[in-house]
């Protein structure tokens, strides 16, 4: 059975995006978090990264505040992940880390593969990856890469377009 056969009771929607992103498809990112709770979605994962993952993690707490059913698990590569960040980010990645359900580390520690294993288990089992992803030579490229590979569907913000609801697997 290939990880990313649909589950009927739980669909998984992923999230992926570069640390640069600034906010400017978050109506885009509403819509499509709105749209996939309204087909079943109820388990959203992020990676906790500066960017788009804290952006995509702050929809979905929103959107918890009337759907209380969500469920929002942060993947992240190891316990000090946050302990670079700027300090607006770490303050928005602590009051982030106050309202998620499940904690999953990478490591323990720090290791050059650490992302690359983060990225995995994000996409291991989702039906869905909701990425904001620019350059295809980026751990987020990468990302989108495997998920595409695995049959997830992945929808890609920055693109023209957006997203095709008949694309969806639920």
């Known amino acids: 059975m290939s990880v990313n056969t649909l589950n009927t009771d739980n669909k998984i929607v992923a999230f992926t995006g570069h640390r640069t992103y600034r906010g400017v498809a978050d109506r885009q990112l509403r819509e499509v978090v709105t749209h996939l709770y309204e087909q079943g979605a109820r ?59 499940i904690i999953r580390y990478t490591a323990c520690n720090y290791s050059p593969e650490v992302f ?17 992803c620019q350059r295809k030579r980026s751990g987020t490229g990468y990302t989108v890469s495997r998920a ?12 023209a377009g957006l997203f095709d609801t008949a694309q969806l697997p639920f």
């Open 43 to 101: 388990t959203f994962r992020v990676g906790m990264a500066e960017g788009f993952d804290l952006h995509a993690a702050e929809v979905v707490i929103a959107l918890r505040e009337h759907h209380p059913d969500i469920t929002l698990e942060a993947y992240i590569p190891w316990p000090e992940f946050s302990r670079h960040f700027e300090p607006t980010e770490r303050t928005r990645y602590e009051q982030i880390m106050r309202e998620v359900t």
């Open 116 to 132: 690359r294993h983060r990225n995995d288990m994000l996409v291991d089992g989702a039906n869905v990856l909701v990425a904001w």
């Open 148 to 159: 595409k590979r695995l049959g997830c569907t992945v929808i890609n913000l920055c693109e």
